[in-house]
Nanobody, 117 residues
Framework: QVQLVESGGGLVQAGGSLSLSCATS????????MGWYRQAPGTEREFVAK???????SYAESVEGRFTITRDNTRNTAYLQMNSLKPEDTAVYYC???????????WGQGIQVTVSS
């Protein structure tokens, strides 16, 4: 059974930091591109960041320079360090395991991040 479990969300003031974790099981983590997406009320889910199996990263322009995605292949866990948070970063954040060959993609259940002004 595949599980992606996010943790670390919460409420923070603008300018503050939060760190999200995504603990996975049931997938071959080392082969998967891992990503974070977010969805604010009334909007579509949007890409935030991703990290390839080899550590290469890419970011949405809106978070570039403020967010850092990493992975620990020994712990089957992906992370998202969020600094200089803004109210517009408020959303439910979802962990995503991209599909690999014939293996489907997977989503976590989501975790709320709220940034107060």
């Amino acid at each position: 059974q595949v599980q992606l479990v996010e943790s670390g969300g919460g409420l923070v003031q603008a300018g503050g930091s939060l760190s999200l974790s995504c603990a996975t099981s049931g997938i071959n983590f080392n082969t998967r591109t891992m990503g974070w997406y977010r969805q604010a009320p009334g909007t579509e889910r949007e890409f935030v960041a991703k990290v390839l199996y080899n550590g290469i990263t890419s970011y949405a322009e809106s978070v570039e320079g403020r967010f850092t995605i990493t992975r620990d292949n020994t712990r089957n866990t992906a992370y998202l360090q969020m600094n200089s948070l803004k109210p517009e970063d408020t959303a439910v954040y979802y962990c995503h395991a991209f599909n690999y060959m014939h293996h489907p993609s997977h989503w976590g259940q989501g975790i709320q991040v709220t940034v107060s002004s």
